[in-house]
């Protein structure tokens, strides 16, 4: 149980086109779910906190205008980096929280994004 | 969240029992200790949580001190596949909040 699907796996854009990374819920239903970036050797560093129906959270140095968060479902929160540009270049995670009270935190498999 | 610390890197023979240690000396006392792994180029995988006492599950056990200022993470029959980045995180069960990452040890199994 608790599996979160994401899709695409990887993606090559050219700069000054937008991708959009699509993070499901299979089997439950997340409030929350969080986005993060990880670029080559280097561990995860969070983006965004995603609600249901809220605003995202954005964290310092984020931009939010470049990087667009919508949780319009409680199964599907969506990442839209806009204006891609090489710099974008990165390996984006999504992560969604489960239960109630005892939370657990389940991962997505994570979207290549190369921007060329 | 308390920091953590952690080796960056360990070696293990295949077969053998990799010992992952973890600092978190700061932890409070409704913090738990979260260990996850990255293989490469995937997502995290959940290993194991525990707040005070020893936990044991079919991937690993978690052994934490009295005084829960640090905690070893145990793979009692390392295969090739347990090649992985290691994250020792501490958190708030409960909270729902982020999980924040540290630089993990990148465990080696060597056949």
Excluded at chain 2, 46 to 59: A, R, S, V
Aim: charged fraction near 15%; hydrophobic fraction near 35%.
């Amino acid at each position: 149980g608790a599996v979160v699907s994401q899709h695409p796996s990887w993606v090559i854009c050219k700069s000054g086109t937008s991708v959009k990374i699509e993070c499901r819920s299979l089997d439950f239903q997340a409030t929350t779910m969080f986005w993060y970036r990880q670029f080559p050797k280097q561990s995860l560093m969070l983006m965004a906190t995603s609600n249901e129906g809220s605003k995202a959270t954005y964290e310092q140095g984020v931009e939010k205008d470049k990087f667009l968060i919508n949780h319009a479902s409680l199964t599907l929160s969506t990442l839209t980096v806009t204006s891609a540009h090489p710099e974008d270049s990165s390996f984006y995670i999504c992560s969604a929280v489960w239960g109630v009270g005892d939370y657990g935190y389940t991962f997505g498999s994570g979207t290549r994004l190369t921007v060329v | 969240d308390a920091k953590t610390t952690q080796p960056t890197s360990m070696d293990c023979a295949e077969g053998r029992a990799a010992n992952l240690p973890c600092n978190h000396s700061t932890i409070s006392g409704n913090e738990y200790v979260y260990w996850y792994r990255q293989i490469h180029s995937q997502g995290p995988q959940y290993i194991i949580h525990g707040l005070k006492n020893n936990e044991t599950n079919e991937m690993a056990s978690l052994i934490i001190t009295e005084d829960r200022k640090s905690s070893t993470l145990i793979l009692p029959h390392a295969t090739l596949r347990d090649t992985a980045v290691y994250y020792c995180i501490v958190s708030v069960d409960g909270s729902a909040r982020q999980l924040t990452f540290g630089s993990g040890t990148q465990l080696t199994v060597l056949p």
